[in-house]
């Protein structure tokens, strides 16, 4: 059995290595087509990451009177947070609020704040309430409890920024991305399909006279079939190694733009390492069943044994 094998893989990359610069084709075909799926990948990472963040980001400020009492915006706050609608709600006091500003200002060079803040009587702050949907889709109800809650005269006003308009813009981005990386995979995926398969047909015809020797002398079908198809499996093998090879540089090059939205943003490396198995396992078991699928296409359509 050993002895066999060894003679298949010998036969295969005899074949392999005769016609070199049709290999080094089908490889560069068919690690296009691999190149495509991982820009497909990566597209989609980029843009759930970016929703993500964004949707993070939203939520309802709401701010009190200053002469607001501290219980009655707590009682508040307990009224949304039984809502089933709220994921959180996080409460601001007038004090926090004073501490979180003069914090800011003196991060950015300016240390009078504090001294303003001292030599006023009172807080001229606010308390307020930062409110969190569960979804996107949730916040409307949350606006409307807002204005048929109990003390809302207290409140002085609500701010809410959806971004509903910048997310339906990224999600168009991405379906449009999404096509042309489909139409791109496809494409190249066919091409890989008819080089694989009319290289295993050329190299039946060459192998001919060498097919009707073999069968005089008893060779089995298998072992006449099972080059043709190692054949195609070490062009799949080869353009998933080219393809590992040259999506890390390039995942270096753009890693130093993925960080956005204040220094938010997507370690693609990190993923791309994470799940190599799962991404590059799968595209080269997806590249071995366009191999054998071609090669035995051409057999059986072109080898008659």
Known sequence: MLIHLSRV???????????????????FVMMLALLSANFFVLTNLFVDTSLSI???????????????????????ADRLRAM???ATVEYVSKEAAKEYMVKKFEKEGNTTIRDSFDELESNPLFSSLIVKARRMEDYPAILAALDLTQ?????????????????QRIQGFKKKIQGVGTVALI?????????????????????????????LVGATNWFIR????????????????????????????????????????LDVLAY??????????????????????????AI??????
């Open 84 to 86: 089933p609608q709220v």
């Open 151 to 167: 003390n809302k005269d207290l409140i002085s006003d609500k701010r809410y920024d959806d971004k509903r308009d910048l997310i």
């Open 9 to 27: 893989s010998r036969y295969a990359f005899q074949s392999f290595w005769r016609n070199l610069w049709l290999s080094a084709v089908i490889i």
């Open 187 to 215: 494409f190249f995926t066919l091409i890989a399909i008819l080089i694989v398969y009319n290289t295993i047909k050329l190299s039946i015809y060459a192998r001919k006279k060498e097919v009707q020797i073999m069968k």
């Open 54 to 76: 964004i949707e993070k980001r939203i939520n309802i400020t709401v701010n009190f009177d200053t002469t607001a009492p501290e219980q009655d915006v707590l009682a508040m």
């Open 226 to 265: 099972a080059p043709l198809i190692v054949e195609g499996m070490i062009y799949s093998i080869f353009a998933v190694l080219a393809t590992i090879l040259i999506t890390f540089p390039l995942l270096g090059v753009i890693q130093p733009y993925m960080n956005y939205f204040d220094g938010q943003g």
């Open 300 to 305: 059986g359509r072109y080898l008659k044994i």
């Open 272 to 297: 791309f390492s994470k799940n190599f198995v799962n991404i590059f396992g799968t595209e080269l078991l997806i590249a071995l069943g366009i191999s054998i699928l071609s090669s035995l296409f």
